[in-house]
């Protein structure tokens, strides 16, 4: 039987960033094209996004180190990943940023475990110093900063808030890696290195336009759940309202707890009012005991609406359409998806609508367990950031 062709795709944009896809478990292969594309767009970065069912990330690197030496690069590993052709599974994706439109700098923070958060903001700041030393004045007046933070070291809250610190008005967006609902271990890449318990923090400096943003389908109800007992080390719930937690949160939606499901979780969201504004709390997975994780930091004493629903395609639909007015018109977007809003989906059976609209709206990026948005690390949430086109910015 003769094998099919390598299934990449490459796609590039206005704005000069170039995106190559595959699906094919070659990680050699896949780094020559990345190395050929990079050469052909003059690309001084890439991002990375790939699913390690596919390809392993130190295979992956290694990969990197022979074909393409020189590239500087940050990415990791994913819960699901969105291509230039909408939703998919199983992929490995690379966002190529021309060194014409970007100045970049980056650092990787290892041990989030028992890191200090002045130390993390020092180095953010230490950061900004290295890209206004590289970028040209104008260049350096228009900054974003992306981070990637392992998913599973129960470190999101604490980390984004201390990047946040260190930024001043920089605003921030970012993904924490997954392992495609494994929970098992997750996967950051830079430049060489492979770690866990880590974060990537990438400063980008350019004259293209753009938006960062965030958008939910969610609001609160008057269902009330209080957490009573916790562990907040490992962000598990023993008990709501003095009950045990999964009981009472199946009570709370309608179910009983032995019919609770990561579709439960996904469809019925809890959410936290913090400063006048509500953020979910996603629910991870239930254990045998009836306790509780979470993708987000919880505590005694935290109290927690349930959350309806909103229309999931109509909501972030009029989100899209807001970064459009905002850069006058997307190029492209890179985009972070919690891997629950991606559940809901199926089961609301809006799946093919969601794709349908990050591909027509051109987002590229992958589904996370969890998503930074500025000084807040949130769940259920799409945070992105909107590129106009070149042209627009000059």
Same mark, same amino acid.
Request: glycine share 6%; hydrophobic share 40%; net charge negative.
């Given at each position: 039987?003769?094998?099919?062709?390598?299934?990449?795709?490459?796609?590039r944009?206005? *704005?000069?960033?170039?995106?190559?896809?595959? /699906?094919?478990?070659?990680? /050699?292969?896949?780094?020559?094209?990345?190395a050929? $594309?990079?050469?052909?767009?003059?690309?001084?970065?890439?991002l990375?996004?790939?699913?390690?069912?596919?390809?392993?990330?130190?295979?992956?690197?290694?990969?990197?180190?022979?074909?393409?030496?020189?590239?500087?690069?940050?990415?990791?590993?994913?819960?699901?990943?969105?291509?230039?052709?909408?939703? $998919?599974?199983?992929?490995?994706?690379? %966002?190529? %940023?021309?060194?014409?439109?970007? *100045?970049i700098? *980056?650092?990787?923070?290892?041990?989030?475990?028992?890191?200090?958060?002045?130390?993390?903001?020092?180095?953010?700041?230490?950061?900004?110093?290295?890209?206004q030393?590289?970028?040209?004045?104008?260049?350096?007046?228009?900054?974003?900063?992306?981070?990637?933070?392992?998913?599973?070291? @129960?470190a999101?809250e604490? !980390?984004?808030?201390?990047?946040?610190?260190?930024?001043?008005?920089?605003p921030?967006?970012?993904?924490?890696?997954?392992?495609?609902l494994?929970?098992?271990?997750?996967?950051?890449?830079?430049?060489?290195?492979?770690?866990?318990d880590?974060?990537?923090?990438? %400063?980008?400096?350019?004259e293209?336009?753009?938006?960062?943003?965030k958008?939910?389908?969610?609001?609160?109800?008057?269902e009330?759940?209080?957490?009573? #007992?916790?562990?907040?080390d490992?962000?598990?719930?023993?008990?709501?309202?003095?009950?045990?937690a999964?009981?009472?949160?199946?009570?709370?939606?309608?179910?009983?707890?032995?019919? %609770?499901?990561?579709? *439960?979780?996904?469809?019925?969201?809890?959410?936290?009012?913090?400063?006048?504004?509500?953020?979910?709390?996603?629910?991870?997975?239930?254990?045998?005991?009836?306790?509780?994780s979470?993708?987000?930091?919880?505590?005694?004493?935290?109290?927690?609406?349930?959350?309806?629903?909103?229309?999931?395609?109509? #909501?972030?639909?009029?989100?899209?359409? /807001?970064?459009?007015?905002?850069?006058?018109?997307?190029?492209?977007?890179?985009?972070? /998806?919690?891997?629950?809003?991606?559940?809901?989906?199926?089961?609301?059976? !809006? @799946?093919?609508?969601?794709?349908?609209?990050?591909?027509?709206?051109?987002v590229?990026?992958?589904?996370?367990?969890?998503?930074?948005?500025?000084?807040?690390?949130?769940?259920?949430?799409?945070?992105?950031?909107?590129?106009?086109?070149?042209? #627009?910015?000059?």
């Amino acid at each position: 039987m003769r094998r099919r062709q390598l299934a990449s795709s490459s796609t590039r944009y206005a *704005s000069g960033l170039s995106a190559l896809t595959t /699906d094919e478990p070659d990680p /050699d292969c896949f780094a020559r094209a990345i190395a050929a $594309e990079a050469a052909i767009v003059d690309a001084g970065f890439a991002l990375l996004f790939f699913s390690q069912s596919l390809v392993n990330a130190a295979a992956l690197a290694q990969a990197l180190k022979v074909h393409a030496p020189s590239l500087a690069y940050a990415g990791c590993s994913t819960a699901g990943e969105i291509t230039p052709q909408g939703l $998919e599974e199983g992929h490995a994706l690379a %966002l190529l %940023l021309p060194s014409a439109s970007f *100045s970049i700098v *980056s650092t990787t923070v290892e041990n989030l475990s028992s890191s200090g958060m002045d130390g993390i903001t020092g180095k953010v700041v230490e950061l900004r110093r290295l890209l206004q030393s590289r970028a040209s004045r104008e260049r350096a007046k228009s900054v974003f900063a992306l981070c990637f933070i392992d998913g599973l070291s @129960y470190a999101e809250e604490a !980390v984004t808030s201390a990047i946040h610190w260190g930024l001043d008005d920089i605003p921030l967006i970012g993904g924490s890696a997954g392992d495609d609902l494994k929970f098992e271990t997750t996967s950051l890449i830079s430049n060489g290195k492979v770690t866990s318990d880590s974060a990537i923090i990438v %400063l980008v400096a350019t004259e293209i336009p753009f938006h960062v943003f965030k958008t939910d389908n969610f609001v609160p109800t008057d269902e009330k759940l209080v957490v009573t #007992a916790s562990d907040p080390d490992h962000r598990i719930v023993h008990e709501f309202n003095a009950t045990n937690a999964a009981e009472e949160y199946a009570a709370s939606v309608g179910t009983v707890a032995q019919a %609770l499901t990561p579709l *439960s979780f996904a469809s019925h969201p809890v959410v936290v009012k913090v400063a006048g504004e509500y953020y979910c709390r996603s629910i991870q997975r239930m254990h045998v005991d009836g306790s509780l994780s979470f993708f987000c930091a919880i505590d005694d004493g935290v109290v927690l609406s349930i959350a309806q629903p909103k229309n999931m395609v109509e #909501a972030t639909r009029a989100a899209l359409e /807001d970064a459009e007015r905002k850069v006058g018109g997307i190029d492209m977007i890179l985009g972070f /998806d919690c891997v629950l809003r991606r559940l809901d989906a199926r089961n609301r059976q !809006v @799946y093919r609508d969601i794709s349908e609209l990050y591909r027509t709206n051109k987002v590229i990026g992958f589904g996370t367990y969890g998503e930074q948005y500025r000084s807040m690390h949130l769940n259920q949430t799409f945070t992105g950031i909107a590129f106009g086109e070149r042209r #627009a910015a000059e």
